[in-house]
């Protein structure tokens, strides 16, 4: 009944639909880069991470049930981190709890399942490009860039929608997750820049 609700109101019309969407998808995206760095760089609140991430659980289930379009990307991302073990916190796992706890409640989702896989694919393409660029500086500019920003499963999704597979608006919605993914990561590397400079000051005594 929610669902069908939810439905009824967000493709109601198309600017609905759009602007839904595309600030769904950024704040799933900015919401797991929050989560990471409040683990990994050490940037954010571990507190207000765990607390955050079932919320954000939560809110990733809601934007899967809308359409299989947004189940199978989410689905995919969800299972590409996960086989290349970057469910690595409290955190995340809390928000994979909350996932698999509202899937037990509601029953499954409707995904498109050969999309599925190719994005899966892609997914794990983009996580070991992106873990290889991190780690050797001396990679050329143009596949740094590509893999540093995981066009990979970008590439996949915009084929799916030239093929009439997905709508529009799934690949605008998943650029702005890459984007609101991007910008924490550098509001991020500025945050740990500031701590570093004001340390280094504090050490020497000024």
Not at 91 to 116: D, E, K, T, V
Not at 118 to 131: C, M, R, S, T
Request: aromatic share 20%; with cysteine.
């Amino acid at each position: 009944m929610a669902e069908f609700f939810l439905n009824a109101i967000i493709f109601s019309n198309p600017i609905i639909t759009w602007l839904f969407f595309i600030g769904a998808y950024a704040i799933l995206g900015g919401g797991i880069k929050y989560i990471d760095d409040a683990f990994d760089e050490k940037v954010f609140r571990t507190r207000n991470a765990v607390l955050f991430a079932p919320i954000l659980g939560i809110f990733w289930f809601v934007t899967m049930i809308l359409s299989p379009e947004s189940a199978t990307i989410l689905g995919a991302i969800v299972i590409a981190v996960f086989l290349k073990g970057k469910i690595d916190n409290i955190a995340h796992q809390l928000g994979i709890i909350s996932i698999f706890f509202l899937l037990f409640i509601f029953g499954f989702f409707n995904f498109l399942w050969i999309p599925m896989l190719i994005l899966i694919i892609a997914g794990l393409f983009d996580e070991l490009g992106n873990d290889y660029v991190d780690k050797h500086l001396e990679v050329r500019k143009p596949i740094w860039l590509f893999f540093k920003y995981r066009f990979v499963m970008k590439i996949a999704v915009l084929c799916f929608v030239l093929l009439g597979i997905f709508a529009p608006v799934y690949f605008f919605a998943f650029l702005a997750f890459d984007i609101a993914y991007a910008l924490i990561t550098k509001y991020s590397a500025k945050l740990a820049h500031m701590r570093k400079f004001y340390y280094h000051k504090r050490t020497n005594g000024v």
